[in-house]
């Protein structure tokens, strides 16, 4: 079955780089996010990557994928207290419009 | 625009209450879904729409009806409210299966 997997947490200082890993089990997935979540709030769409690429950058944000390795990495660069938040992974399951998320990172950002 | 817009943001239940959690967004988007996280287990997809009168079940649907008269509008009832129900719901719409969802900001619901 579906199954996307991250590590509970992650502890950075500030100027740092962060990477959050994530990997999953479905090789249909097309298209894979990362999310992030602060306290109280809903998730805010960070990134995605098509599943034929191997790498994304927006401005502090660098998606890596392995497609072999079904691994997804987001590598926040310059970490900031800004930063400390949960960050989803998920995936899209082929054509549908299913998303299976994992259990989420909590980054912790030291001054 | 407003986004995704869920109400209300707090409700205790009592069990075997029934309730709808409100789900409006002023986006013209045609995917809708909602979602429960609970500590742990990120996040459960319920039920979904991909436009007005079309509804579908995700992984947990159980318990939890939908319907999708508007597009604006995806309401979530709970039928008869359990503790297991116990959860923070998320509403989350987008405009093309592509895109990524933007989600609503929550509604904590407690069932004692």
């Known amino acids: 079955g579906e199954d996307v997997e991250q590590s509970l947490f992650l502890s950075v200082r500030e100027g740092d780089s962060s990477v959050i890993n994530c990997t999953y089990t479905?090789?249909?997935?097309?298209?894979l996010y990362w999310y992030k979540q602060e306290p109280g709030a809903g998730l805010q769409l960070l990134t995605y990557i098509f599943s034929n690429m191997d790498m994304k950058q927006d401005q502090r944000l660098t998606v890596l994928l392995n497609k072999k390795d079904k691994h997804l990495s987001l590598r926040i660069a310059d970490t900031q207290t800004g930063d400390s938040a949960i960050y989803f992974c998920a995936e899209r399951l082929g054509a549908t419009n299913k998303l299976i998320f994992g259990t989420g990172t909590l980054l912790a950002v030291q001054p | 625009n407003a986004g995704v817009t869920q109400t209300p943001k707090f409700q205790v239940l009592k069990t075997g209450q029934s309730m709808t959690l409100q789900c409006a967004q002023d986006m013209n988007h045609e995917y809708m879904s909602w979602y429960r996280q609970d500590p742990g287990m990120g996040l459960r997809l319920i039920h979904y729409?991909?436009?007005?009168?079309?509804?579908d079940q995700g992984e947990v649907p159980n318990g939890y009806n939908v319907s999708r008269s508007t597009t604006e509008d995806f309401p979530l009832r709970l039928l008869s409210a359990a503790p297991s129900q116990t959860s923070v719901y998320f509403c989350?719409?987008?405009?093309?299966?592509?895109?990524?969802?933007?989600f609503g900001s929550g509604t904590r619901l407690t069932v004692v």
């Open positions: 729409s991909v436009g007005a009168g079309i509804t």
């Open positions: 479905d090789s249909s997935s097309t298209y």
């Open positions: 989350a719409s987008k405009r093309s299966l592509r895109d990524g969802y933007t």
